[in-house]
């Protein structure tokens, strides 16, 4: 079966700050990657997906970027970050078809 | 308008009872349709898909599509306490790339009163 991971689980960083979060799915071969952002009160929004390894399209202009060095590994970056990239971070995986995605444990982020 | 609508809630039912989540959604060409439930502090998991008009059940979890309505809810037969939680609503849409994507709600949270 596939399972997914991200870490940390918690993270308290400085504004201004880097940032790398990473997430890692086992069990499948080719996954469609994604990284999403949930504030406080609002939906999740779409950062990042990824179809291949060093294929990343961007749904939202920010100071993230994401990479995809392996196949099943993803890893969201910032070189400097703001308060309002406070959150929680969610990394998800669906296959080719991209169907149905499934969220690995996710990582909570508060910029201070 | 927002493209995927949810009641935010909170919807309050008695245990054993059916509660029941609704969603409509702005795209007319959308054609997959998910529901998540997440507890607090934890991430979302996917509990029903659906793709076609029509009634689709699953243990006490019955998701209902109506694309003319652009409605889709998702019913839960004889509620517990442990099914108190926030749904999410989930519609397939497209990226700026033309790749597939989903477009979620902000969510119902759901209270079971024991």
């Keep these: 079966s596939?399972?997914?991971h991200q870490w940390p689980a918690t993270l308290v960083q400085p504004v201004g700050s880097p940032l790398s979060l990473e997430c890692t799915v086992e069990g499948t071969s080719n996954p469609n990657l994604y990284w999403y952002r949930q504030a406080?009160?609002?939906?999740?929004?779409?950062?990042f997906y990824s179809v291949g390894i060093g294929q990343i399209s961007s749904e939202v202009p920010q100071n993230l970027s994401a990479s995809r060095p392996q196949d099943r590994q993803f890893i969201l970056s910032s070189k400097k970050l703001l308060l309002s990239d406070s959150g929680f971070y969610l990394c998800a995986w669906s296959d080719l078809a991209g169907y149905e995605q499934y969220f690995g444990p996710g990582t909570r982020l508060t910029v201070t | 308008q927002k493209e995927v609508e949810q009641n935010s809630g909170p919807l309050s039912v008695p245990e054993g009872a059916i509660a029941s989540l609704n969603c409509t959604y702005s795209d007319r060409v959308s054609q997959s349709f998910f529901w998540y439930r997440q507890y607090s502090g934890k991430s979302p998991e996917l509990i029903m898909s659906?793709?076609?008009?029509g009634d689709k059940e699953d243990g006490r979890f019955t998701a209902q599509l109506n694309k003319a309505s652009q409605y889709v809810s998702l019913l839960i037969r004889d509620s517990q306490p442990s099914d108190s939680a926030t749904y999410l609503c989930a519609v397939n849409g497209v990226t700026t790339s033309g790749t597939y994507k989903y477009i979620?709600?902000?969510g119902t949270r759901l209270k079971v009163l024991a």
């Design chain 1, 2 to 4: 596939q399972t997914i």
């Design chain 1, 40 to 47: 406080a009160g609002r939906g999740l929004q779409l950062l």
């Design chain 2, 104 to 106: 979620f709600g902000t």
């Design chain 2, 50 to 53: 659906i793709y076609s008009n």
